[in-house]
């Protein structure tokens, strides 16, 4: 499921994407990869990196290895959240 949503994703189907990762978390919610890349589809759709933040905080939780996590974790922490933008 996880390589399907990222095809998805590739396509620029976030939305169709997002839904198929979460039915994968729904199926392994201990699958870093799965919440990695959760955020990522966040991140790309309407660049929502509070979403993209708790799922990359998740996956870290999970995996404290994942470096790539821990990479887009600091990148989310680094960008306005849009509602404290001015």
Partial sequence: MVNQANTLDDQGKYEDAIVLLKQAIG??????????????A???????????????????????????????LGCAY????PESAS
Avoid: F, M
Wanted: with cysteine; proline share 4%.
């Fill in 42 to 72: 966040y991140e790309k759709r309407k660049h929502d990196y509070l979403e993209a933040k708790t799922c990359y905080q998740k996956a870290v939780e999970l995996n404290p290895r994942y470096e790539k996590a821990w990479d887009q």
């Fill in 27 to 40: 199926l392994e919610p201990r699958s870093a990869i799965a919440y990695y890349n959760l955020g990522y």
């Fill in 78 to 81: 680094k960008v306005k959240a």
